[in-house]
């Protein structure tokens, strides 16, 4: 059975160039040129892939709410924003909403359907995978169990409420890697103003240095986010 895809755009004729290039690719593809008549399909069921236009008509951030909504329906929903939109900040905005890939309507239809077959084939290897989930990082001199919440810096102890361990663990996982505060309140799995996380962070550091004083594990990058820097200086 093919794949089906929901393009979602108010422009007809565009709308039907896409479901062409699609289709050569033996896609299944349903057009909905407004967020209702989306609504009402997806209240019977949900596409193997959304692209979204953003403006719908009149109906100027219909994109980004039906992006929204079925974020909050399914986690692993491909979805790909396709939009005459494309300045940085709206890009910003759409995959902080949960899009996993922002288009421009300017690129050309081999472009738009070579990112199409892209993120299935991510999506196929995210459901593919079925490695145990890891236990323990360790990274020394950091250890932590994630079993038992527990944290270990230097053979000590560090004591961590649930929230601030979670943010840890989102940290820890990749070194050097910067998380914004949204993946940080993501992975707390928990309802938190975004400027509250500097504060947790804060906490954090205090934790680590009650152990050892002159470690500064947690990397701070300025309107970007965090880092963890293990036991490099900070």
Known sequence: MPRRIAI???????????????????????????RSSAQQAFAQSLPDMAIIDIQLGDDIEGGRE?????????????????????SELDEIIGLNLGANDYLSKRLS????????????????????????????????????????MQVWWRDREVVLTFTQFRM??????????????????????KTIEPESVSSYIKHIRKAFRDVDPDC???????????????????
């Open 8 to 34: 979602i755009e108010d422009e007809a004729d565009l709308a039907q160039n896409y479901k062409a290039a699609l289709e050569r690719l033996h896609y299944a593809v349903d057009i909905y040129p407004d």
């Open 66 to 86: 039906l992006c929204r909504e079925l974020r909050v329906r399914s986690p692993i929903l491909p979805i790909l924003f396709l939009t005459a939109l494309d």
């Open 109 to 148: 239809l081999p472009i738009i359907t070579t990112r199409v077959n892209s993120l299935f084939k991510m999506f196929d290897a995210l459901m593919a995978t079925d490695a145990p989930a890891p236990t323990e990082i360790n990274q020394p001199p950091l250890r932590m169990n994630l079993d038992r």
């Open 168 to 189: 840890l663990e989102c940290l820890a996982q990749r070194p050097g890697h910067i998380k914004s505060r949204e993946q940080l309140m993501d992975a707390a799995d």
């Open 216 to 234: 500064n594990p947690v990397r701070v990058h300025y309107g970007t986010g965090y880092s963890w820097q293990g036991a490099d200086p900070g």
